[in-house]
Structures are given as structure tokens and as C-alpha cells.
């Protein structure tokens, strides 16, 4: 009996991996174009649900339900969806074209997460590993893709013919326009990445571009995290002007959690609004205004609480002109890091691999702030928004001197400390 059970339980052992082989082989292998194309729309209707749910809470936090329907709720919300999608919406006759980057990150988020989802799901289409380090094509990332993206872009029409109105006016080419580049930026990749193609085909990129994308990766999210820092830091020190601002709206309970979600929603544009400010050329609050380490000219401004967060109109302090020398230490200790822990091999790589990616994070920072700005209001708010050109400018100047100098100074220092090591090894020998 003893040795029944024995032989018994590799037996069972055997047949539990295989099923779960079985299972890993059928998940991965779940038909392409329907798995791509749902998945696509699922990655759009997930912040399309939560926006209207949202929008019905608030509406039942601010008004009780004693005005207006939660069908015009449902509609608020999906307008709302497709202003994280640059449509632009028309209220009472005014145009409002500023994008509420908070809903486009989540919308990116889920983006990514969906698209990870079903590159798991289509990874046992195509050559495996091996016959694609062979140079046997795969096409099924593209095909996934297109169709990920087909998906996208359909809810988005859908979306936009159903909840638009004479008056509100989104405008549909927008969506999809942000719809493909949203799908094929950040779908496209987490295709790749959860198929495991792109554990193939990274390694075969060049070292040095590989090394650069870090390194233009270290130096945005560090010089975004230091201006949101800076955003907090001023709304902190001037926290009883936001709590004065929600005092004159009269707002209760309810009114107050809705604009704490609505400075939520901007608090991405604010941030760079910030990075303009740092940087120098700094931004414009309406018509007439101006906003920089050097000079603050400001005009009558709407009663919104994250305003609180601006500099007071006049003459600025000594100090803040020094605050345009940010950009250049943020790259010089980007680059450093980044070169100690891979270092240059000669010279002119380090100085092309610290310029280079200061300059392309320089670019990639000026286009993320031609997003941040656009019309808030009618008359002089329709002029909202930091000088992204000159944010382009002073960046790829500022980041790509940072860059230069931190790669070159963490060359010279290891070259320093490793002809200091073989000298003292020299002097060991000799002794």
C-alpha cells in the first residue's frame, strides 16, 4: 500500500504541472484580433466609466439631485473623457480647450494596464524567442496594435456622437487623433512588454541609446518631481489665501470635495506650470499677465484655490532669479548618477550621451507643455498657459549644458580614482 502512494504522488504531481502548462499555453494563446480589439475599447471605457460615475456623485454632492438629471450628469462626464482627449467643449457659448491632464494620465494608465493584459494574452501567437533571434519577422505586436488601437479609437467616435450637442460642440478629430497616439505610444509598448517581445528586441538597440533613453527618463522625472515640490511648497506657505478662496465660493461639504477633485484633475498642468516658471520663461494667467522669477504681473483672477499657489504681483525677492540655475544642477546630478552606474567608455560618448539626452529631454519637456495650457474662461482666461516655445528653448539649452557637464565631471572623477588605484598598486609592487 506504502509504495502505491508513493509511486502515486509524482503521478499526480506530473498532472498538475501539466494542466497548468495547459492553462499557461491556453491564456496565452487567446485569438488575436478579438482579444486586441476588445482590449482597445476596455482600455477606453474604463476612465469613461469612472468619469461619469464621478460626475453623477458630484452632482448628487452639490445639488442633490434638485436640478438637472443624472442623465446630464452621465453626459457631463463623458465631455469630461473627451476633454482628457483634447476635444475642447463649449459652455454658455464660451470655448474651454485646456486639457485636464490628471484625466489623461489615468487614461494613459489604463492604457498601459490594459495593454500589458492582453500582450499577456496574444504572447503564443507568432515565432517563439528563438526563431525571432533568427531574424524570422513577427508581426503580431503590429497587428495587436492596429487593432488595440481600432478599439481606442472607436469608442471615442462612439462617445463623442452620443454625448455631444450643438452647444457643447467637442470636436471628434481631436479624440481620435489623441486616441491613436495615446494607443500607439503607451498601448503599443505595453504590447510589447507583456508579450515579451520587447525583452527580444531591447537588447539588440545599441548600449548608447539604450543608455540615453535612461538617462532622458532620470532627468524629466526628477526636474518634474522638483517642480511639483516647488507647486506644494508654495501652495503650504500660502495655504490661507486657498483657504480664503474656498470661504468667498460659500462652498459646503460637497462643494469642497468637488474642488478638491477638479485641482486633482489640473494638478498635472500646474506642475507644468511650474517647470515653466523654474525654467524662466514662465507662463500667462490671462490676457495681460505674466508670471516669471523676475517679474509678476497678474490681473483679476478666477476664485479657484490651487491660484493660491502665485507668486504676489510686483516686484519679485533677489532670490528668485537664481531659481533658473535648477534646470542645469537637476541634469548635471541626473547625468552623474546615470554615468556612475553605467559608465562612458571614452570621452566623446560620455559628452555625446550626456548632451544628447539632455537636449531630447529638453524636447520631449517643451512638447509635454504645449499640452498644459489653452482657454479656461471667457474674455482674458482664454490666454492661459506657459510659453512653451520658450520652455522649449531654455530647456534643451539648460539640460543638455547640465548633461554635458555632469557626464564629463563623473568621467574625469572615475578616470581620477582609477589611475589614483593603479598608481597606488604600482607603489605596493615597487615596495
Same mark, same amino acid.
Given at each position: 500500500?506504502?509504495?502505491?502512494?508513493?509511486?502515486?504522488?509524482?503521478?499526480?504531481?506530473?498532472r498538475?504541472?501539466?494542466?497548468?502548462?495547459? %492553462?499557461? #499555453?491556453?491564456g *496565452?494563446?487567446?485569438p488575436?484580433?478579438?482579444?486586441?480589439?476588445?482590449?482597445?475599447?476596455? #482600455?477606453?471605457?474604463?476612465?469613461?466609466?469612472?468619469?461619469? $460615475?464621478?460626475?453623477?456623485?458630484?452632482?448628487?454632492?452639490?445639488?442633490?439631485?434638485?436640478?438637472?438629471?443624472?442623465?446630464g450628469?452621465?453626459? =457631463?462626464?463623458?465631455?469630461?473623457?473627451? *476633454?482628457?482627449?483634447? *476635444?475642447?467643449?463649449?459652455?454658455?457659448?464660451?470655448?474651454?480647450?485646456? =486639457?485636464?491632464?490628471?484625466?489623461?494620465?489615468?487614461?494613459?494608465?489604463?492604457?498601459?494596464?490594459?495593454?500589458?493584459?492582453?500582450?499577456?494574452?496574444?504572447?503564443?501567437?507568432?515565432p517563439?524567442?528563438?526563431?525571432i533571434?533568427?531574424?524570422?519577422?513577427?508581426?503580431?505586436?503590429?497587428?495587436a496594435?492596429?487593432?488595440?488601437?481600432l478599439?481606442?479609437?472607436?469608442v471615442?467616435?462612439? =462617445?463623442t456622437?452620443?454625448?455631444?450637442?450643438?452647444?457643447?460642440? /467637442?470636436?471628434?478629430?481631436?479624440?481620435?487623433?489623441w486616441?491613436?497616439?495615446?494607443?500607439?505610444?503607451?498601448?503599443?509598448?505595453a504590447?510589447?512588454?507583456?508579450?515579451?517581445?520587447?525583452?527580444?528586441?531591447?537588447?539588440?538597440?545599441?548600449?548608447?541609446? %539604450?543608455?540615453?533613453?535612461?538617462?532622458? %527618463?532620470?532627468?524629466?522625472?526628477?526636474?518634474?518631481? &522638483?517642480?511639483?515640490?516647488?507647486?506644494?511648497?508654495?501652495?503650504v506657505l500660502?495655504?490661507?489665501?486657498?483657504?480664503?478662496?474656498?470661504?468667498?465660493?460659500?462652498?459646503?461639504?460637497?462643494?469642497?470635495?468637488?474642488?478638491? $477633485?477638479?485641482?486633482?484633475?489640473?494638478?498635472?498642468?500646474?506642475?507644468?506650470f511650474?517647470?515653466?516658471? &523654474?525654467?524662466?520663461?514662465?507662463?500667462?494667467?490671462?490676457?495681460?499677465?505674466? =508670471?516669471t522669477?523676475?517679474?509678476?504681473?497678474l490681473?483679476p483672477?478666477?476664485?479657484?484655490?490651487?491660484?493660491?499657489?502665485?507668486?504676489d504681483?510686483?516686484?519679485t /525677492?533677489?532670490?528668485?532669479?537664481?531659481?533658473?540655475?535648477?534646470?542645469?544642477?537637476?541634469?548635471?546630478?541626473?547625468?552623474?548618477?546615470?554615468?556612475?552606474?553605467?559608465?562612458? %567608455?571614452?570621452?566623446?560618448?560620455?559628452?555625446?550621451?550626456?548632451?544628447?539626452?539632455?537636449?531630447?529631454?529638453?524636447?520631449?519637456?517643451?512638447?509635454?507643455?504645449?499640452l498644459?495650457?489653452?482657454?479656461?474662461? /471667457?474674455?482674458?482666461?482664454?490666454d492661459?498657459?506657459?510659453? #512653451?516655445?520658450?520652455?522649449?528653448?531654455?530647456?534643451?539649452?539648460?539640460?543638455?549644458?547640465?548633461?554635458?557637464?555632469?557626464?564629463?565631471?563623473?568621467?574625469?572623477?572615475?578616470?581620477?580614482g582609477?589611475?589614483?588605484?593603479?598608481a597606488?598598486?604600482?607603489?605596493?609592487?615597487?615596495?
Amino acid at each position: 500500500m506504502t509504495s502505491l502512494q508513493t509511486s502515486a504522488r509524482p503521478a499526480a504531481r506530473g498532472r498538475g504541472r501539466q494542466e497548468a502548462e495547459l %492553462r499557461q #499555453a491556453l491564456g *496565452s494563446r487567446r485569438p488575436l484580433a478579438p482579444t486586441a480589439t476588445l482590449g482597445g475599447a476596455l #482600455a477606453a471605457a474604463g476612465p469613461l466609466v469612472v468619469c461619469m $460615475a464621478v460626475a453623477v456623485v458630484g452632482w448628487f454632492l452639490t445639488d442633490a439631485g434638485g436640478h438637472g438629471t443624472p442623465s446630464g450628469a452621465l453626459r =457631463v462626464g463623458a465631455l469630461g473623457w473627451l *476633454s482628457a482627449h483634447g *476635444s475642447g467643449v463649449s459652455v454658455q457659448g464660451v470655448r474651454l480647450t485646456a =486639457v485636464p491632464l490628471g484625466l489623461t494620465l489615468l487614461c494613459a494608465w489604463s492604457t498601459w494596464r490594459i495593454g500589458h493584459r492582453v500582450g499577456e494574452s496574444i504572447s503564443g501567437h507568432g515565432p517563439d524567442a528563438d526563431r525571432i533571434k533568427d531574424g524570422e519577422r513577427d508581426w503580431t505586436v503590429p497587428i495587436a496594435g492596429g487593432l488595440f488601437t481600432l478599439g481606442y479609437a472607436v469608442v471615442g467616435v462612439l =462617445v463623442t456622437s452620443l454625448a455631444s450637442t450643438a452647444t457643447t460642440a /467637442p470636436s471628434g478629430s481631436h479624440v481620435v487623433l489623441w486616441s491613436v497616439v495615446l494607443s500607439a505610444g503607451i498601448g503599443l509598448p505595453a504590447l510589447a512588454r507583456g508579450s515579451g517581445r520587447a525583452a527580444i528586441w531591447v537588447p539588440t538597440l545599441p548600449a548608447t541609446l %539604450r543608455d540615453g533613453a535612461l538617462l532622458v %527618463r532620470a532627468i524629466l522625472r526628477t526636474w518634474l518631481l &522638483l517642480a511639483l515640490v516647488a507647486l506644494v511648497a508654495s501652495l503650504v506657505l500660502d495655504f490661507s489665501t486657498a483657504a480664503n478662496i474656498v470661504s468667498q465660493l460659500h462652498a459646503d461639504t460637497g462643494d469642497t470635495v468637488l474642488l478638491g $477633485a477638479l485641482s486633482l484633475l489640473v494638478l498635472p498642468n500646474a506642475t507644468l506650470f511650474s517647470s515653466g516658471y &523654474l525654467l524662466g520663461p514662465g507662463f500667462t494667467v490671462g490676457t495681460g499677465t505674466l =508670471v516669471t522669477p523676475t517679474a509678476v504681473v497678474l490681473g483679476p483672477l478666477p476664485l479657484f484655490p490651487i491660484l493660491a499657489a502665485l507668486p504676489d504681483a510686483g516686484p519679485t /525677492p533677489g532670490w528668485t532669479p537664481w531659481l533658473m540655475g535648477t534646470p542645469v544642477l537637476v541634469a548635471f546630478a541626473a547625468s552623474a548618477w546615470a554615468h556612475r552606474a553605467r559608465p562612458a %567608455r571614452a570621452w566623446d560618448q560620455a559628452a555625446i550621451r550626456g548632451c544628447g539626452a539632455g537636449l531630447v529631454a529638453g524636447l520631449v519637456l517643451g512638447l509635454v507643455t504645449g499640452l498644459a495650457g489653452g482657454a479656461v474662461g /471667457p474674455g482674458r482666461m482664454a490666454d492661459v498657459g506657459p510659453f #512653451a516655445f520658450d520652455v522649449f528653448v531654455h530647456a534643451v539649452t539648460a539640460f543638455g549644458i547640465g548633461g554635458l557637464l555632469g557626464a564629463l565631471a563623473t568621467t574625469w572623477w572615475q578616470r581620477r580614482g582609477g589611475d589614483l588605484a593603479r598608481a597606488g598598486l604600482g607603489r605596493l609592487r615597487r615596495s
